[in-house]
């Protein structure tokens, strides 16, 4: 699976559109973008995924570059309770094979 | 439906001592998994059961043994505890029904320190 790259930390106003970067320079083809967040110490919960076209749902909207290289999540209208870290992952579609790999995240803090 | 559990949600072990955590899902999912998380780091995979009967392993499997006892449960044992394995035990589990499709759902995970 390809790596990611995250920034470590990033604060955004509350109520304001929270944009946090991913980078995936080496993703394949077959590769999924996910995106998940664990608030607190409880566990992952996610939030969205995509392969090339941008999506979006009740929680986020996932933007992909048109290389691949890079994808931005964005949480339209954050909260307090979106501070959190959250988790870029990328994944391959071997079937019933599904490991996620957790990097480090980005911790992001909703600022009142 | 209450989704992942786990038990216990807290346990305190000696060096060298034995336990097994025990991980049960409703949502009738193929596939189970244990992750750990140590303070500060992502989660990291320890075993997973790509489906009932079958077990693999992840990034970190020394020190830990998996049974996947039926579709619902997946149990975690530690033979020999060490301090090294102090830690936040997640398990998870996911349907591949749609292999382009991973929602993994996580349990509130086991917070397990070794002395």
């Known amino acids: 699976d390809a790596k990611t790259t995250q920034p470590t930390s990033m604060d955004c106003a509350e109520g304001r559109a929270a944009n946090l970067p991913c980078n995936h320079s080496t993703i394949s083809g077959n590769e999924y973008v996910y995106w998940y967040r664990q608030i607190h110490s409880q566990g992952p919960q996610y939030i969205i995924h995509?392969?090339?076209n941008n999506e979006t749902n009740e929680m986020a909207s996932l933007i992909i570059t048109e290389d691949r290289k890079s994808s931005t999540l964005i949480l339209p209208h954050a909260t307090l309770r979106d501070t959190a870290v959250y988790y870029c992952?990328?994944?391959?579609?071997?079937?019933?094979?599904?490991?996620?790999?957790f990097g480090t995240g980005t911790r992001l803090t909703i600022i009142p | 439906n209450a989704g992942v559990t786990q038990t216990p949600k807290f346990q305190v072990l000696k060096t060298g001592q034995s336990m097994t955590l025990q991980c049960a899902q409703d949502m009738n999912h193929n596939s189970m998994y244990w992750y750990r998380q140590d303070p500060g780091m992502g989660l990291r995979l320890i075993y997973y059961s790509a489906s009932e009967g079958t077990t693999d392993k992840g990034e970190v499997p020394n020190g830990y043994n998996v049974s996947r006892l039926n579709k619902r449960e997946f149990s975690l044992r530690l033979e020999s505890a060490a301090p090294s394995q102090t830690s936040v035990y997640f398990c998870a589990s996911s349907d591949w029904a749609d292999s382009s499709y991973n929602e993994q759902f996580f349990g509130p995970g086991t917070r397990l320190t070794v002395l």
């Open positions: 992952i990328v994944r391959g579609t071997n079937f019933g094979n599904e490991k996620l790999t």
């Open positions: 995509g392969l090339k």
